[in-house]
C-alpha cells in the first residue's frame, strides 16, 4: 500500500512539472518544451542547425543559403521556407525539411498521409509514423507532453524498480540478522541445557 501511494506521489510530481520555452531554465533536455530545443549551461536553446525565430526553432538547410528576399529561398526549399533577419533561408515556423523541401509539421494525434508528414522533433522521426492516417508512436514508444515519442520505459517504473528492491534488501538483511540470532540463542539454549545440569550436580 505504501508503495503504491508513493508512486502515485512520484507521477504526480513528474506530471507536474513544465516544460521550459526557449532562454527558459532547464536542467536536461527533457525539460525544454519546444520542439527541437535543448539544454546548454541549463537554458534552452535551438538545436545545431536551427534557428530562433519568435518562440520556435526553424530549420536551417544544409550547406546554409543566403538570401535577401524569400523568393531566394523559394527556389531551393518550396513556397514553406522564408528569409530570415540574418539573411539565411529558413523553413517557416512548424515546418521541417524533408529531401531538400520544406514540408508542415503534422503533430502527434494529427491526420496525415505518409510518414514524412509526421515530426515530433529532428531527434524524434525514428519514432513517429503514419499509421492508419494518423500521426503515432511506433512500437516501443509513447506519448511524451502531447508533442513527443519517448521510450515506453517509464521512468516511474525505473524508480518502482528502485523502490521495491529497497524492501527486498532489507528483508534479505533482516533474515540474515534473524538467522543468525536464532541461531545464537539456539547455541546458548545448548549450552545452557548441558551445563545446568553439571552445575546442580556439582552444587
Known sequence: MHLEILLVCV???IAGIKASAIHGPCETDEDCGTIDTECNNNVCTCKPNFAVWFDSCVALPQPRITCHKKHDCHRSLGVKSMCTK????ACKPFHHLHQGQCVKNRDLHDTCDHDHQCYCGEDCQEKIACIHKNCSCKAGH???R????????????RIADQVQLAPIKATESFVK???????TK????SVISI????FLLIK
Not at 540574418?86 to 533561408?89: D, I, L, S, Y
Not at 540478522?177 to 541461531?183: N, R
Not at 539456539?186 to 539454549?189: D, E
Not at 551445563?195 to 553439571?198: H, Q
Open 146 to 157: 502531447s508533442r513527443r515519442c519517448i521510450s515506453d520505459t517509464p521512468f516511474v517504473l
Open 177 to 183: 540478522e534473524s538467522t543468525v540470532a536464532s541461531s
Open 195 to 198: 551445563v545446568l545440569p553439571i
Open 11 to 13: 507521477a504526480c510530481v
Open 86 to 89: 540574418k539573411n539565411q533561408c
Open 142 to 144: 509513447k506519448p511524451y
Open 186 to 189: 539456539t547455541l546458548f539454549s
